[in-house]
Nanobody, 115 residues
């Protein structure tokens, strides 16, 4: 069982930055594929970025060059650095952990970007 707790959301103006954190419980963090997803009102949840246990990273096209995902295995934590935020980035952001065929989700943290 993996429990995830996100933090770092908030209200910012367009062009500003935020860093989200997701702390995971347990002893298998190094083996987890960690990802950030987001869901805006009335829209489906979508992948933002994923970092695999071996370090490979994938980004959604709409955040390339602006967001950076990273992980600290010593702290059981994954981060999402978000720069040059846009109003369309407004959403609830969810941390995801995947291990074999099981998915775990955090409770979400709200990011609101004003124009």
């Amino acid at each position: 069982q993996v429990q995830l707790v996100e933090s770092g959301g908030g209200l910012v103006q367009a062009g500003e930055s935020l860093r989200l954190s997701c702390a995971a419980s347990g002893t298998i963090f190094r083996s987890l594929t960690m990802g950030w997803y987001r869901q805006a009102p009335g829209k489906q949840r979508e992948l933002v970025a994923v970092i695999f246990s071996v370090g490979r990273i994938n980004y959604a096209d709409f955040v390339k060059g602006r967001f950076t995902i990273s992980r600290d295995n010593a702290k059981n934590t994954v981060y999402l650095q978000m720069n040059s935020l846009k109003p369309e980035d407004t959403a609830a952001y969810y941390c995801n952990a995947r291990y074999t065929d099981r998915d775990y989700w955090g409770q979400g943290t709200q990011v609101t970007v004003s124009s």
